[in-house]
Structures are given as C-alpha cells and as structure tokens.
C-alpha cells in the first residue's frame, strides 16, 4: 500500500478535499482506497455518511479513524493487510507527534495551497517543516506542492506572482480549480459516482459538464503522484 498524505499547517488550505478527488480518481480505476482520518473533525467520516446515504460511496474505498498512533497503527496494519492499493491520510493543523509519524510513513506528500500571500507563506512553512523532519529522519520523500482553489479564469497580478514564485519548488504539474463540484463533494459523495448518477439525467446536463472536468482534472493528479511513486 503506498501512503499519500496531505498537509498544510494553514487550515481551510484544502487537504481534505484533495484526498476526496484522489480517492474518486484512484476508485474509478478499481483501486482500493483506505482514508486514514487523522483529523479529530472527523470530515472523512462524515463524508462517507453522506456518500452512503447518497448511494454516491464506493466499496473499494474505506475510511479508517487514526487519530492517535495506536489507532494509527492498528488501521495501517489492517489496510495493509486487506490489499489496499494506496493509503490517504489527512492530517490535521499543526505539528504533533502523530503527524511526524504519518509523514515520516508517507510515500508521497502534497502540500496544498491557494495563492494568497499569507497561504504561500503557510505552504512555505509547511515545507519546511517537512525538510527539515525528513533530513532529521535521514528519509526522502517526494514532496509536492498543489496549487489548489485557482481561478478558472484569468490571474490577478498578485496570484500570477504567487504562482510564479511557487515554481522553484516540486509542484503538481496542474492545478486543482476552484470548481462547484469540488465544493460539493463533502455533501454529495465521490465524484465518479455523483458522475453516473448524473448520466441520463437530461436536467444534470449542464453541471455534468463541470463534473467531468472536475473528474479529469483529480485524475490527472493521481498520475502524476502515480508517476513519482513509479506505478
Ligand atoms: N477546488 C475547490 N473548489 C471549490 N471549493 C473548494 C475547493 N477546495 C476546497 N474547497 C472548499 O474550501 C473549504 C476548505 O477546504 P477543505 O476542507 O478541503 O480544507 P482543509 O485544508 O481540509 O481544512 P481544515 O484545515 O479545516 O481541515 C471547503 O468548504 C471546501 O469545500
Ligand atoms: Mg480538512
């Protein structure tokens, strides 16, 4: 099971719903996907709550509560165990010692970020933070930072710089727009299944459209982490 795992020690950065359009991409292609719910909130477990109820949740997917490192462990060792083929943990703020241990575990980390001067400073912050954790632990991880929430249409000056200024580092090599269907995700469920939900519903035409690019646009994320864990 190969680990990915979202950071950001600014809140509301978008971790949590970049895992959710991971996992819709990764289980569209009949991958099986563990969530590793790291966050006390609890958003991953409420999430498929809704998803189930929306007949919109995936079986190949499960969520795993890990807010703790015993708990921690215990799901790891059982997502392992049951085949899962990759492992997504969303952490939560800040630095403990269950986040150092799930990064440190991590074969693929991305940090979100949007491009607000105070959010780049975060997702600067945050990378180094994981630097300077990996270098401690002598470990190489690859590290990638995701542009996330980006405006469909044209940069402001300031954003355009931010962007820019992101470029010297490991980046995904698209962004995640700021979309409806990502907004919607948490209450609707995964994406693929929202999609042929959606299919032969003459009315859901139009924002069918918004989802399909959605859908493609997490697919690409997930080749592209696919690609730097060799898969
Ligand atoms: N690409 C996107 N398009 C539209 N809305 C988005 C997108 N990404 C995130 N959001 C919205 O932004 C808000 C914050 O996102 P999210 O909960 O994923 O952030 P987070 O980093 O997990 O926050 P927290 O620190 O509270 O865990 C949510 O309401 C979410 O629906
Ligand atoms: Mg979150």
């Not at 010692?97 to 575990?105: E, G, P, R, W, Y």
Request: proline fraction near 4%; include cysteine.
């Amino acid at each position: 099971m190969k680990l990915v795992t979202c950071c950001s020690f600014k809140g509301g950065a978008g971790k949590t719903t970049s895992l959710m359009g991971l996992c819709s991409a990764w289980a569209s292609d009949g991958r099986k996907v563990a969530l590793f719910e790291a966050d006390e909130n609890r958003p991953l477990t409420r999430w498929k709550a809704n998803a189930v109820e929306n007949e919109t949740w995936d079986g190949s997917c499960e969520v795993f509560i890990a807010d703790d490192l015993t708990h921690l462990e215990a799901a790891y060792n059982e997502a392992t165990e049951e085949g899962f083929d990759y492992g997504l943990a969303d952490t939560h703020g800040g630095s403990s010692d269950l986040n150092n241990t799930i990064i440190a575990s991590s074969d693929f980390l991305l940090i979100p970020t949007m491009l607000t001067p105070l959010d780049i400073d975060e997702a600067l912050a945050t990378y180094r933070y994981i630097l300077e954790l990996l270098v401690g632990e002598a470990i190489d991880v690859p590290t990638a930072i995701l542009q996330q929430r980006i405006p469909v249409g044209r940069l402001t000056a300031s954003q355009k710089a931010a962007s820019d200024m992101l470029g010297v580092l490991p980046e995904f090599e698209s962004p995640m727009h700021e979309r409806d269907a990502f907004a919607a995700m948490k209450n609707r469920g995964l994406l693929h299944k929202t999609l042929q939900h959606m299919e032969g519903n003459p009315a859901q035409r139009l924002p069918m459209r918004n989802y399909l690019t959605a859908m493609n646009e997490v697919k690409i994320m997930g080749s592209f982490i696919d690609a730097a864990l060799g898969e």
